[in-house]
């Protein structure tokens, strides 16, 4: 059982980048996932979170209009449109799925955003 958020890297501000958080060994979709970030010397924040077959979604004001999240069932797989990307966003990403009281957190994938 794995999940794995991937997709990071370097943007510039304005910039965009897709994380993908995928399942291995469970059906992603029968479970609600979300996404959280930590930037250095700060606490995990939640950002944006997506229940099953696409009924409930929600955003954290700190990327609304801006991030997008979506899941591909078919491809055992979350994605994170991040748009207008700003300094402020710079964070280690992960992913978290969630069903029945069962946490699958995935390693994270570092987003820096700099000119």
């Known amino acids: 059982v794995q999940l794995q958020a991937s997709g990071g890297g370097l943007a510039q501000p304005g910039g965009s980048l897709r994380l993908s958080c995928t399942a291995s060994?469970?059906?992603?979709?029968?479970?609600?996932v979300g996404w959280f970030r930590q930037a250095p010397g700060a606490a995990r924040e939640a950002i944006s979170c997506?229940?099953?077959?696409?009924?409930?979604?929600f955003y954290a004001d700190t990327v609304k209009g801006r991030f997008t999240i979506s899941r591909l069932d078919a491809k055992n797989t979350v994605f994170l449109q991040m748009d207008n990307l700003k300094p402020e966003d710079t964070a280690v990403y992960y992913c978290n799925a969630y069903r029945n009281g069962v946490n699958y957190w995935g390693k994270g994938t570092r987003v820096t955003v700099s000119s």
């Open positions: 060994g469970f059906n992603l979709g029968y479970y609600e």
């Open positions: 997506i229940s099953t077959k696409n009924g409930r979604i």
